[in-house]
Structures are given as structure tokens and as C-alpha cells.
């Protein structure tokens, strides 16, 4: 049996977040003397899990089970529009994905609340956990395979060294995960800001095993064609070596760091997402990278 599952790895993100421009502040004229409306407080009621039962097997280990516990059991809020169940999904999701990570790959998880005590500001539950965990999978093969008809621009054995998972290991899902965002990272190091990973899963039911096939969609390779700097001191400015030089391959995560290793030396309020943007020339394969320091204006009242 074949089946798809989606684990994004966060590159195009990254890249997207980077492109945005920094954002304007200007405040118009038609709204300086407008009263602002007064602000409705709404009553929210705590929701607080007292107990957490399990109905059937619990394969978790005690470590993990206590660390879902204590989480689980952190109050909660909930609006009077909100039905008493709402906040019942993420629990279930964090005790389901646990099970994966632990290669319960088909693990099912339900649950049922029961109120124990109600207050005027505050709901207390009993939280019953039903776990059917099922098989216990473990991975099989890992493959790769182009989106197109070109070469992957990586070697196999390469790609492979990505995931620290091996053959006959539990299926861990977060392990999966992990792999394909160190593939993002290193697609992301050559310039390869679009390439997209893609998961598939063949399940064998009766030797318990998943392989593996990645499909990546690599997209084309950024270099650079510009880097200027605006804002800073000739002393600030001399102080900073780029990460990387025109007519390099676009590696954003040397961007990221190079803020890191500067801090002291940027202005305190210099973080890569506010100060870097990147402009892209999908015609020439190119991007444009402004790293602007320049104080935005105060905001200013009439």
C-alpha cells in the first residue's frame, strides 16, 4: 500500500520571510481625531484537566507519558462561544504524534472529557485517553528521485546521510521530519531556495516495514547579484565581513547566522528577518540582498 505524508521543512518560508519589505508607518489624517472604540472584555472561562486516564494499552514510556501529563494538565482558556470540548484536539494530537515517533505509525487516539466541577470562571475535567496503538513499524528503504526529468543535483548516499535514521529503526516520524528539513538546508546551501522535498510512503502490513521515496522538486538555483548596506557607521560597516560574495550560490542560512555572530555589533534591535530583504530575478536566476539598518520613524500623534 502507498500513501503520502507532508512534512514541510521550512526553506521556502524562510526565503519568504526574508523577502518581505519592512514594513511603513504613516498614520492618516482622516484618523487623527477619531475616538476609538472602547475595547469589549470577554470573560473566559479556565479550563483545568485535574486527572488524565488511560482506557487500553499506554506503549508510551513513563518519561514521555509525565512530560504529555504536565503539559496537558497547564490551564487552558476558553471564550463562551467556544464548545467545552474545544481544547481537547491538541492533546490528542500530542499524544498521537508521540506514538509515531515511537513508530506506532497507524496509532488511533480518542478521547473523552468529563466535567468533574463547573464555576462561574473556571471548568474542571477528567481527561480519558483511549490509545489503540496498533503495529509497531520500522523503516525499510530510503530512495530519491527527481522531480524532473533532470539529475538531482546531490548524489544519493549524500541525501541519504541527511536522515539520522536507519534500516529496521522504528519509523520515527519526527526523525523523518528532521531529514527533510537538513535536505532543505542543504538544497537551501547552493542556491536551491524552492526545492521542495516530497515524502511518499510504501507501507509493507505483514513485515511491518515503510519504505521510503523522496521526490524532490529542486526548482532553480539563486547566486547573487547585489549586497549593499544601508544605515550603518563607515566603522560599524568595516568592522562586518558578508557571508558571502557576488556570484555566490544564495545561501540563506549564512545570512541567518552572520546576524548571529554580529550581534554585538548591529544595532540591538537588528534581527535578519526585519533588517534583510531579498529580491529575486526568476529570468536570470538571481537575487538582490539589501540589509537595511536605518532607524524606521517613530510613530508619531497628532
Not at 27 to 37: L, M
Not at 59 to 84: F, G, K, N, S
Request: charge should be negative; charged fraction near 25%.
Amino acid at each position: 500500500m502507498t500513501c503520502r505524508i507532508f512534512l514541510g521543512f521550512g526553506i521556502v518560508a524562510l526565503v519568504g520571510t526574508l523577502s518581505s519589505s519592512r514594513q511603513g508607518y504613516a498614520q492618516s489624517q482622516s484618523c487623527v481625531d477619531t475616538p476609538s472604540r472602547p475595547r469589549v472584555s470577554i470573560q473566559e472561562t479556565r479550563i483545568s484537566i485535574v486527572s488524565v486516564e488511560v482506557e487500553g494499552e499506554n506503549p508510551l514510556p513513563d518519561m514521555v507519558w509525565a512530560r504529555l501529563i504536565e503539559y496537558i494538565q497547564r490551564d487552558r482558556w476558553a471564550t463562551p462561544e467556544e464548545p467545552d470540548s474545544s481544547w481537547l484536539e491538541e492533546p490528542l494530537y500530542l499524544i498521537k504524534d508521540e506514538l509515531r515517533n515511537l513508530g506506532y505509525f497507524k496509532a488511533s487516539v480518542s478521547g473523552r472529557p468529563y466535567l468533574v466541577r463547573a464555576m462561574p470562571n473556571e471548568k474542571r475535567y477528567v481527561l480519558v485517553v483511549i490509545i489503540e496503538s496498533g503495529a509497531k513499524y520500522r523503516l525499510g528503504t530510503i530512495h530519491f528521485a527527481s522531480a524532473t526529468d533532470t539529475p538531482l543535483a546531490f548524489a544519493e548516499p549524500l541525501l541519504r546521510q541527511q536522515f539520522q535514521l536507519q534500516e529496521d529503526e522504528p519509523f520515527d516520524t519526527s526523525k523523518i521530519r528532521e531529514g527533510l528539513e537538513a535536505i532543505g538546508k542543504l538544497y537551501g546551501s547552493r542556491g536551491y531556495i524552492d526545492a521542495t522535498p516530497e515524502p511518499d510512503t510504501t507501507i509493507d502490513a505483514e513485515g511491518l516495514r515503510i519504505d521510503l521515496l523522496i521526490t524532490v522538486d529542486e526548482q532553480q538555483a539563486y547566486s547573487i547579484a547585489k549586497i549593499e548596506s544601508l544605515g550603518l557607521n563607515p566603522n560599524s560597516q568595516n568592522q562586518l565581513k558578508m557571508p558571502q560574495e557576488i556570484g555566490g550560490a544564495f545561501n540563506p542560512a549564512l545570512w541567518e547566522n552572520f546576524f548571529k555572530e554580529y550581534k554585538d555589533k548591529l544595532p540591538t534591535d537588528a534581527v535578519f528577518y526585519k533588517i534583510m530583504r531579498v529580491s529575486r530575478n526568476v529570468v536570470t536566476g538571481t537575487v538582490a540582498i539589501r540589509l537595511d539598518f536605518r532607524p524606521l520613524p517613530e510613530d508619531s500623534t497628532a
